[in-house]
């Protein structure tokens, strides 16, 4: 195929899936599911691992976080390791552990989830999708299951113009009285109880469940999320642009994947290369599963059981840290540096801040610069006005948590954590393709 047709096929790939992955448990679902297709093999954390030279491998954590790695036939001792690392967690409303608001409709209790652009939430067709935890009464067991409702089920509707006349010049939103979705008129004869209602969906969704009747079914505990039901789309005049929830980050964990998938082709691959989708960066990455929890580090010390070999490896070792970026929006120009502006479809985003919120250094710029020149992909720069706060990723807190040198890079987005995000058509092929560069070069990294 040529280029312009390969790039067609990544974003209709990429664009389904999004789709599928409306939480970080569907998305790391999905990415299992197509790493098992390919031949990756599924290790369990409670098992004891046996690795071979030029095998395939990926595991899970929380059912929200992977990682999947190619153990190349050249020792890592001279090669290190190449990583890519992303988050599967956007910003969204999250249910609350007991949600049911019931006066004349019924309306669930969110939290917010991340630092969310709350405005673009009214108005929009909303589902629910998460993991559900159960016990089935007859066994007295327990499970966990995913769910997603698929269909519109929710609203959040907006104050009318006539009631808040100020609306266009000064509205603000309270989290906790303005956005409780509304699913239903409260009728006396309607389902109240909100885990009655998930047991329900959960034996329509999963056939396996349908020895169970819904009275032995006990919803227990969720984690669930509201979404758009709006699918992703490829749009622009001359199709420019994808517009989509939870670019941030699902794109970049697309692109990981791709690019994984490309190195995992050859025959005996040399290098070893991994793939890190974490969950819970965007509330701070502080948890089990997330960039500051131990699973990458746990991991590299059962691939390099031997301390002093394991810091040989990531002294020549490299880490791209994935995440969107942002792009110069034509409307607001003014809020970026004026010699440090992305433009959508220019080529992907080195991020670069004084005060390590990104973890790129000049070393680190320099080795991704000339991978990107390898595949003629154009790069741009990022640096934040310094007025303004910045943003910051898994890159420096992977770099602090295991030592090795990393870099910040990303696609160019407008709408950054809103419900609706937008990046260019061709940015997510082109970061895949310098991903790709990066895992088939073999060879330690180092200056």
């Given at each position: 195929?040529?280029?312009?047709?390969?790039?067609?096929e990544?974003?209709?790939?990429?664009?389904?899936?999004?789709?599928?992955?409306?939480?970080p448990?569907?998305?790391?679902?999905?990415?299992?599911?197509?790493?098992?297709?390919k031949?990756f093999?599924?290790?369990?954390e409670?098992?004891?691992?046996?690795?071979?030279?030029g095998?395939k491998?990926?595991?899970?954590?929380?059912?929200?976080?992977?990682?999947?790695?190619?153990?190349?036939?050249?020792?890592m001792?001279?090669?290190g390791?190449?990583?890519?690392?992303?988050?599967t967690?956007?910003?969204?409303?999250?249910v609350?552990?007991?949600?049911e608001?019931?006066?004349?409709?019924?309306?669930l209790?969110?939290?917010?989830?991340?630092?969310?652009?709350?405005?673009?939430?009214f108005?929009?067709?909303?589902?629910?999708a998460?993991?559900?935890?159960?016990?089935?009464?007859?066994?007295?067991?327990?499970?966990?299951?995913?769910?997603?409702?698929?269909?519109?089920?929710?609203?959040?509707?907006?104050?009318?113009?006539?009631?808040?006349?100020?609306?266009?010049?000064n509205?603000?939103?309270?989290?906790?009285?303005?956005?409780?979705?509304?699913?239903?008129?409260?009728?006396?004869?309607?389902?109240?109880?909100?885990?009655?209602?998930?047991?329900?969906?959960?034996?329509?969704?999963?056939?396996?469940?349908?020895?169970?009747?819904?009275?032995?079914?006990?919803v227990?505990?969720?984690?669930?999320?509201?979404?758009?039901?709006?699918?992703?789309?490829?749009?622009?005049?001359?199709?420019?642009?994808?517009?989509?929830?939870?670019?941030?980050?699902?794109?970049?964990?697309?692109?990981?994947?791709?690019?994984?998938l490309?190195?995992?082709?050859?025959?005996?691959?040399a290098?070893?290369?991994m793939?890190?989708?974490?969950?819970?960066?965007?509330?701070?990455?502080?948890s089990?599963c997330?960039?500051?929890?131990?699973m990458?580090?746990t991991?590299?010390?059962?691939m390099?059981?031997?301390?002093?070999?394991?810091?040989?490896?990531?002294?020549?070792?490299?880490?791209?840290?994935?995440?969107?970026?942002?792009?110069?929006?034509?409307?607001?120009?003014?809020?970026?540096d004026?010699?440090?502006?992305?433009?959508?479809n220019?080529?992907?985003?080195?991020?670069?801040?004084a005060?390590?919120r990104?973890?790129?250094?000049?070393i680190?710029?320099?080795?991704?610069?000339?991978?990107?020149?390898?595949?003629n992909?154009?790069l741009?720069?990022?640096?934040?006005?310094?007025?303004?706060g910045?943003?910051?990723?898994?890159?420096?807190?992977?770099a602090?948590?295991?030592?090795?040198q990393?870099?910040?890079v990303?696609v160019?987005?407008f709408?950054?954590?809103?419900?609706?995000?937008?990046?260019?058509?061709?940015?997510?092929?082109?970061?895949?393709?310098?991903?790709?560069?990066?895992?088939?070069?073999?060879?330690?990294?180092?200056?």
């Open positions: 195929m040529t280029s312009s047709q390969l790039n067609l990544f974003n209709k790939q990429l664009l389904e899936f999004i789709q599928c992955s409306p939480t448990f569907h998305a790391t679902e999905n990415m299992a599911s197509t790493l098992e297709k031949g093999e599924l290790l369990r409670g098992d004891e691992w046996s690795l071979s030279a095998g491998y990926y595991l899970t954590r929380n059912d929200s976080s992977i990682i999947a790695f190619i153990y190349g036939t050249s020792p001792v001279d090669t390791i190449r990583m890519v690392g992303a988050h967690d956007s910003p969204t409303l999250m609350k552990p007991q949600p608001k019931i006066k004349e409709y019924f309306q209790g969110v939290e917010v989830y991340g630092g969310a652009l709350l405005n673009p939430w108005d929009r067709d909303l589902s629910i998460g993991r559900v935890v159960y016990r089935n009464k007859k066994t007295d067991c327990l499970a966990r299951q995913l769910i997603n409702f698929q269909r519109p089920v929710a609203i959040i509707p907006s104050l009318a113009i006539h009631l808040d006349r100020e609306a266009n010049k509205r603000t939103v309270n989290p906790q009285t303005d956005i409780p979705p509304i699913l239903f008129n409260a009728a006396d004869d309607e389902c109240k109880d909100f885990r009655k209602l998930l047991a329900q969906q959960l034996l329509s969704e999963h056939s396996e469940l349908s020895d169970i009747e819904v009275v032995d079914l006990e227990l505990d969720y984690e669930l999320c509201f979404y758009d039901t709006q699918p992703p789309a490829q749009i622009g005049l001359h199709g420019d642009f994808i517009a989509a929830a939870r670019l941030d980050n699902l794109l970049s964990c697309f692109c990981g994947l791709q690019a994984l490309n190195a995992s082709a050859d025959d005996n691959p290098q070893t290369c793939l890190v989708c974490t969950d819970h960066e965007e509330v701070g990455s502080a089990a997330g960039a500051q929890g131990p990458l580090q991991t590299l010390e059962r390099l059981p031997d301390g002093q070999a394991r810091a040989q490896v990531i002294s020549r070792s490299l880490m791209i840290s994935a995440d969107n970026a942002h792009g110069m929006h034509p409307n607001y120009a003014s809020r970026h004026n010699n440090h502006t992305p433009v959508l220019r080529g992907p985003v080195l991020k670069i801040n005060n390590q990104y973890a790129t250094n000049s680190t710029a320099a080795i991704f610069r000339r991978w990107c020149a390898s595949e992909v154009p741009q720069s990022f640096v934040t006005r310094t007025d303004l910045c943003g910051s990723t898994i890159g420096p807190i992977t602090t948590q295991i030592g090795v990393t870099l910040d990303g160019p987005t709408a950054m954590h809103s419900i609706r995000e937008l990046a260019g058509a061709q940015d997510g092929y082109d970061l895949s393709r310098v991903m790709t560069a990066c895992f088939k070069h073999d060879g330690p990294v180092n200056i």
